[in-house]
């Protein structure tokens, strides 16, 4: 996905205005960013922006942070949005490693995670968005009954995700490895530019929902 040295992308990031700058200001107050105080919903390793491009449009009640790391990506993102008409979609260049730093507790509603980075190296494991060390961070930010959603085509990635899942006391609310042949969880599902190349090729895709703690009770999906 990382489009390398498209030229301007950088200077583009500072003066766009859809993207937000200097998020950590925002700390606890995000919703002051967006003209209406509702929901925040964000996405990590948003790439060119098709997913959540049509869900901001799709519900206009909940406010939407697309979260990328390379700007040549969200370059991409940021041509979609100028044609939009609506003010509940926002993007930021930043690694999603430092989520704390930009997110107070509570804060988010709901994140997705949408056929991230496989990292197959077991040394590289932690950067996977869905390992424990990403779990933690979740916790911390996810307003109670908030959930995480995650689609991929890597099977051996989606297995551990499961594990992590578990290991780190998760509870899993949902799962199927064929998304498209399963019509309760397909109801209304956004492919993303990757699901459509995916499975164009024959890829089964596999989705899971799954939120901190087993003993909360109180989801809201
Ligand atoms: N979600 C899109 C889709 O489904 O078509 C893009 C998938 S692409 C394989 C993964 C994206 O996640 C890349 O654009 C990558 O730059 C981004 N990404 C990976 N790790 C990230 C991180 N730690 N913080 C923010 N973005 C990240």
């Known amino acids: 996905m990382r489009l390398r040295n498209i030229p301007g992308a950088k200077e583009e990031m500072l003066k766009n205005p859809f993207i937000v700058q200097e998020p950590e200001t925002h700390r606890g107050r995000w919703n002051e960013v967006y003209p209406n105080r509702q929901p925040l919903e964000i996405e990590i390793g948003c790439g060119k922006g098709r997913f959540l ?21 969200l370059l991409r993102a940021l ?8 003010t509940n979609l926002y993007y930021l260049r930043f690694d999603a490693e430092e989520l704390e730093n930009i997110f107070d507790k509570g804060e988010i509603g709901k994140i997705y995670l949408n056929f991230s980075d496989p990292w197959p190296k077991a040394r590289h494991h932690k950067r996977r968005l869905t390992s424990r060390e990403f779990l933690a961070r979740y916790q911390k930010i996810l307003a109670p009954g908030g959930v995480v959603e995650f689609k991929t085509d890597n099977t051996g990635l989606f297995d551990f995700s499961l594990e992590e899942a578990e290991s780190a006391g998760w509870e899993i609310l949902a799962v199927t490895r064929d998304l498209h042949r399963n019509p309760e969880m397909n109801a209304g599902n956004i492919m993303t530019e990757y699901e459509e190349k995916f499975s164009l090729l024959g890829n089964r895709i596999c989705k899971l929902i799954m939120r901190p703690g087993k003993e909360d009770g109180k989801g809201t999906l």
């Open 53 to 73: 491009s049509e869900l901001a449009l799709r519900n206009p009640d909940i406010n939407y942070l697309g979260i990328e790391k390379f700007s040549s990506v």
């Open 79 to 86: 041509e979609k949005r100028a044609e939009m008409e609506c």
